[in-house]
């Protein structure tokens, strides 16, 4: 089974995952420890993280990704990667400027620089998605499964990678006496920026004419409405085939009452993994690990067991299907959290940090690589981007919207981290009920 991921697509799609999975780990934890070390409060830390919002929104601005194009570039290195570049350059930016602030003088201005990057990785997101599910075809339902978990191994690459660099770096710095070391972590950082760009040269884009003529097929049903033709006419067609088309394709395909489940489910799946993740390194760092703790365990240790089980996973999918893994991804996800639990209440102790992460990196796998192997075989291969994104905005709607209030919740709970990780665990069950109720009217190709 393992054969499908030598696949030399499977290489490309994991590119693709690393770039999307950086910028996360610049407006997470390197940000939230940035704060953290800078004296900001668990509260603001944690209302800082309603920057990740911008990731639930991006659906509204997918149709135009879908369409525009970038002049210059996207003669030079097609329509899909010139999005990918162009936001890559502002994240680039940002992290230069990200260099020069000190976040307890100007606070606003390191908020408003993160939002940025949270813009520019949410705008580039939909073309990787999108540029990731044309990398296979139409009907190869398990090697889009595959496609999956190389996705998901990819992601959690550049985001371990970046976390592990960021803190030793941040680390070694502060330990030679530089008082800017998060600063001068962020222009190393940048660096991996431009070597992620030279390595997206490589992977090939091919000219999608189905796509584009189904959109010129819609535009022309929506012309037909009109009794004459000028530039306004023209204009409103185009924004309403743009907007309008991957919507009522959407609906449409899955049936109004499904396709309202499915958008329930996929916003409520992830809100417990979201509450925990958004929690954890200012748990780790108040119950006594240090940086390296914290990026040998949760990033470097957490990165190799969330490579090989969501490998596995990607397999489990493939044989058993995408349903049984949601099912049982979201059980593993609620059991891992009460792991959080046990170590809050028995206080800093190695091998219980070790044994929680390796689980929780295990449940984030197989929740992660079903998810996404979910949400890619819904899609309308005329509206990839848009609808992809569509969904993947309500999941992360769920997660940024909800679990930026993580950090006040601890605080409510006077810093009871124990009964905070319970609560989390309990999140999951609403999501599976839904899964539950319209598990036989799912329209999904697994063949």
């Known amino acids: 089974m393992f054969k499908i991921y030598f696949d030399y697509r499977m290489l490309k799609i994991l590119l693709l995952g690393v770039i999307s999975g950086f910028p996360w780990v610049l407006i997470g934890s390197s940000l939230s420890l940035w704060l953290k070390e800078d004296g900001l409060s668990r509260s603001t830390i944690g209302w800082a993280g309603l920057i990740f919002g911008v990731y639930a929104f991006n659906y509204l601005w997918a149709p135009l990704i879908d369409r525009v194009q970038i002049p210059f570039l996207t003669k030079k290195i097609g329509h899909r990667r010139s999005w990918i570049v162009l936001m890559q350059v502002l994240i680039l930016i940002s992290l230069i400027l990200w260099s020069f602030v000190n976040p307890t003088q100007n606070l606003a201005l390191v908020i408003t620089i993160g939002l940025i990057i949270a813009i520019a990785s949410a705008t580039q997101d939909i073309t990787v998605d999108a540029l990731r599910i044309e990398q296979i075809g139409e ?79 819609n535009d022309k049903l929506i012309s037909k409405r009109f009794t004459k033709e000028n530039i306004i006419t023209k204009l409103l067609t185009w924004i309403g085939g743009t907007i309008s088309g991957p ?5 449409k395909k899955n049936g109004f009452s499904i396709a309202l489940g499915i958008l329930g489910f996929v916003f409520l799946f992830k809100v417990g993994e979201a509450f925990l993740g958004r929690m954890s390194v200012i748990f780790y760092k108040e119950i006594g690990f240090s940086k390296s703790d914290i990026a040998i365990y949760s990033k470097t240790l957490g990165w190799i067991t969330t490579v090989i089980f969501t490998l596995l996973g990607g397999l489990f999918v493939i044989r058993s299907g995408v349903l049984k893994a949601m099912f049982l991804a979201g059980v593993i996800m609620a059991c891992t959290n009460l792991l959080f639990s046990v ?34 075989l819904l899609v309308d291969r005329a509206y990839t981007a848009t ?38 665990a309990l999140m999951v069950i609403p999501s599976l009920i839904i899964l539950w109720i319209m598990r036989n009217k799912l329209q999904l190709s697994e063949k």
């Not at 978990?149 to 992601?155: D, P, T």
């Not at 006496?177 to 884009?205: A, K, P, R």
């Not at 919507?247 to 609906?251: A, N, R």
């Open 139 to 217: 009907d190869e339902g398990k090697s889009m499964a595959a496609g999956a978990a190389m996705a998901v191994v990819g992601w959690w690459t550049g985001y371990k990678l970046g976390g592990v660099i960021s803190l030793f770096s941040a680390e070694i710095l502060q330990n030679f006496g530089f008082e800017n070391y998060w600063q001068l972590t962020f222009l190393i950082l940048g660096v991996l920026v431009i070597l992620m760009n030279i390595g997206l040269m490589f992977v090939n884009e091919s000219i999608d004419s189905d796509r584009v003529n189904t959109q010129r097929e």
């Open 247 to 251: 919507i009522i394709s959407f609906f």
């Open 343 to 376: 170590l809050a209440w028995t206080g800093k102790s190695e091998l219980l940090f070790a044994v929680a992460v390796i689980f929780d990196d295990i449940a984030a796998a197989f929740a992660t690589v079903a998810f996404v192997a979910f949400i890619s």
């Open 387 to 424: 609808q992809y994104a569509l969904l993947a905005s309500i999941g992360t709607a769920g997660r940024t919207t909800l679990a930026s209030s993580s950090g006040a919740l601890v605080d409510w709970l006077n810093g009871d981290w124990g009964t905070f990780f319970i609560l989390t």
